[in-house]
């Protein structure tokens, strides 16, 4: 199975500023079927990218996805107070689909 | 609009079984892979199990194998997961999500997630 690797765990920063959270995978992603997933406390995960680079419907402009292989990283350009929370890259190239291990997003 | 409501969960003693349920609408429900994907207390989401859209064709995750099967009712567009000889491990938020019709995909929809608890 495909491991996922996640840094940093923790994250902190204030609102407006910029947060970049990477996602290393074991082996390349040849299809770079790599999505972003947000979740807060006691809710379900959010979509946030599919395809690594796509936004999912609804998904503000201000998250972006990229990257390629096995390296792959979430993009917030400018934070808001709601976007603190815990973010979980999925890969679904190879079977079974895996997680990575969480980056917290907090607030500095 | 999507709508996934599991239900099933509970405190169950090592060893002891439970069958979670998963009812869908919003959806044409027999065209679509059904996913379970559960969540341990403060940990990261891990896959479980999935059933293609006609029920014919099912995948484990290793470490369930054996124990669990997932299972479903298009007329009920319903998806089931029989967990049998459970351990401490599997104790964990199981939700359902449904995957795409043909190949692999991201995860769009959620339940709320049904909470499974092993322990004596």
């Known amino acids: 199975e495909i491991v996922l690797t996640q840094s940093p765990g923790t994250l902190s920063l204030s609102p407006g500023e910029r947060a970049t959270l990477s996602c290393r995978a074991s082996?390349?992603?040849?299809?770079?079927?790599l999505a972003w997933y947000q979740q807060k406390p006691g809710q379900a995960p959010r979509l946030l990218i599919y395809g690594a680079s796509s936004r999912a419907a609804g998904i503000p402009d201000r998250f972006s996805g990229s990257g390629s292989g096995t390296d792959f990283t979430l993009t917030l350009s400018r934070l808001e107070p709601e976007d603190f929370a815990v973010y979980y890259c999925?890969?679904?190239?190879?079977?079974?689909?895996?997680f990575g291990q969480g980056t917290k997003l907090e607030i500095k | 609009e999507v709508q996934l409501v599991e239900s099933g969960g509970g405190l169950v003693q090592p060893g002891g079984s439970l069958k979670l349920s998963c009812a869908a609408s919003g959806f044409t429900f027999s065209n679509f892979w059904m996913n379970w994907v559960r969540q341990a207390p403060g940990k990261g989401l891990e896959w479980v199990a999935n059933?293609?859209?006609?029920?014919?064709?099912?995948q484990y995750f290793d470490s369930v194998k054996g124990r669990f099967t997932i299972s479903r009712d298009n007329a009920k567009n319903s998806v089931y997961l029989q967990m049998n000889t459970l351990r401490v491990e599997d104790t964990a938020v199981y939700y359902c999500?449904?995957?795409?019709?043909?190949?692999?995909?991201?995860?769009?929809?959620w339940g709320q997630g049904t909470l499974v608890t092993v322990s004596s």
């Open positions: 999925q890969q679904y190239d190879h079977a079974p689909d895996t």
């Open positions: 059933v293609r859209g006609d029920g014919r064709y099912t």
């Open positions: 082996q390349s992603l040849g299809r770079n079927y």
């Open positions: 999500a449904p995957g795409a019709p043909v190949g692999a995909t991201s995860y769009v929809s």
